[in-house]
């Protein structure tokens, strides 16, 4: 299984920007759909967005309802990193974010059991 590591997280105010990375280690990022979920205290964990390879050099990419627009995904290869990109953050944002790699395979993406490897998190925390 792929080991991955989140980091990038932090206390920010509304309106602002961050960026989260997920190294992974044991396998390559563009070898796997690379997911991002979040969890807000006393909530399921739920999906963000998602990354993976589609044919030569196209990328696939969803996002939930709640961040499109704001956030984006890049892949780097050379690093074997995937980031998400944060902006005009919410304090509904504020959550633990959880990186996550399923099989290249894999057709449900938004749900949580399609991955097989997940990292242990980072805070993100956004005050109004």
């Known amino acids: 299984q792929v080991q991955l590591v989140e980091s990038g997280g932090g206390l920010v105010q509304a309106g602002d920007s961050l960026r989260l990375s997920c190294v992974a280690s044991g396998g390559s990022v563009g070898n796997y759909a690379m997911g991002w979920f979040r969890q807000a205290p006393g909530k399921e964990r739920e999906f963000v967005a998602v990354i993976r390879k589609s044919g030569g050099a196209l990328n696939y990419v969803d996002f939930a309802a709640a961040v499109k627009g704001r956030f984006s995904l890049s892949r780097d290869s050379a690093k074997n990193t995937v980031y998400l990109q944060m902006s005009s953050l919410k304090s509904e944002d504020t959550a633990s974010y959880y990186c996550?790699?399923?099989?290249?395979?894999?057709?449900?993406?938004?749900?949580?059991?399609?991955?097989?490897?997940w990292g242990q998190g980072t805070q993100v925390t956004v005050s109004s």
């Open positions: 996550a790699a399923a099989p290249a395979g894999t057709v449900r993406l938004r749900v949580s059991d399609g991955y097989d490897s």
